[in-house]
């Protein structure tokens, strides 16, 4: 796979918004039922896990990357205690998968990726780190899809298309599209370990299907994900950046030409390929002009690429051969 993470759309739309207000009801309320009976606590750990599960949106929204940094890691052990309690809940399983993959890439992975030049050691002890969120998103993703799919897993293995086809229903197109994009991102990053690139058809077969499933999910995410991983699919021939253009354009019209993280991919995998420096400096000028207010859904997954812009801009030399 390619060196550059795959597109994912960081930290976008989670689900229906709750207010912090509202949680900590839940959670005090909870505290209150857990201590009568096995049921009432069942009960109670469902409904919280209901509203964890969808309360992605605020995160999604806030100004303050740092500010979300520090609170994430919260939000997914208390997701993970939940799980310990009710290990099928679908909804804590894909929010676990979401919830690690948006923080493995938004803040250890870019992390490893501006430390490199500096200290190479350090960055590998960081991308070690990240791979082993990207694991973790990956297996609760799994084990989301098999609630509903027993034997799932085991049957990607064998026949990753078969196992695919089974898959039916388009709301599951989020759950798929995180399970791959966990994955991916970790086979990126460890090109060192023939183990986890032995993966590689497993994630295609998962990213495609979503994308038949339904491939305007996400205002473009999925075509998002694979601006930058056409280019490294098995096998991949002549004709690669030219898909990966094209994917390129269909989700620019599906995010209305406001998400930051289409344009950014575009420039680190087409731009670089073809050493189209001009391009390259346009798409990631045109990322850091997005109004990240326009789109209060995606604003923190604007501010955090608008970042990576930057960098890539001040990268520019080593990037191109003049």
């Known amino acids: 796979m390619a060196a550059q993470s795959p597109n994912f759309g960081i930290l976008r739309r989670g689900g229906r918004r709750r207010t912090g207000a509202r949680l900590l009801l839940g959670l005090l309320l909870s505290s209150s039922l857990l201590s009568q009976s096995c049921s009432v606590k069942k009960y109670a750990i469902s409904k919280l896990g209901d509203a964890l599960a969808g309360s992605g949106e605020t995160f999604a929204s806030d100004p303050d990357p740092e500010l979300i940094r520090d609170a994430v890691p919260f939000s997914l052990k208390l997701i993970e205690s939940l799980l310990a309690e009710s290990p099928r809940h679908k909804g804590l399983l894909e929010a676990a998968c979401r919830g690690f993959t948006q923080y493995s890439y938004a803040f250890v992975q870019q992390d490893a990726d501006r430390m490199e030049d500096e200290d190479f050691q350090a960055a590998l002890k960081i991308r070690d780190r990240a791979r082993g969120l990207y694991l973790r998103a990956r297996d609760y993703g ?41 994955w991916g991102a970790a086979i990126s990053i460890s090109k060192d370990r023939p183990d986890l690139i032995a993966d590689q058809p497993m994630v295609e077969a998962m990213i495609d299907r979503a994308l038949a499933l339904d491939e305007d999910w996400g205002e473009g995410a999925i075509h998002g994900f694979l601006i930058s991983y056409e280019p490294s699919r098995v096998g991949a021939a002549a004709g690669a950046e030219e898909r990966a ?31 189209d420096r001009a391009e390259f400096e346009q798409r990631l000028t045109q990322a850091l002009a997005i109004d990240v207010d326009r789109k209060p859904a995606i604003r923190l997954s604007n501010l955090i690429m608008q970042q990576r812009a930057r960098w890539l801009l001040d990268r520019t030399a080593e990037l191109f051969l003049e």
Request: proline letters at 1%; a positive charge.
């Open 142 to 182: 799994l084990r989301a899809l098999e609630v509903d799919h027993r034997g799932f897993a085991a049957q990607l293995k064998e026949a990753p298309e078969g196992a695919l086809r089974r898959i039916t229903k388009r709301e599951t197109t989020g759950l798929l599209y995180w399970t791959a994009a966990a």
């Open 245 to 275: 253009e094209e994917h390129f354009r269909r989700a620019m019209t599906l995010s209305g030409g406001l998400d930051a993280s289409l344009l950014v991919a575009y420039a680190e995998t087409v731009c670089v390929a073809r050493q």
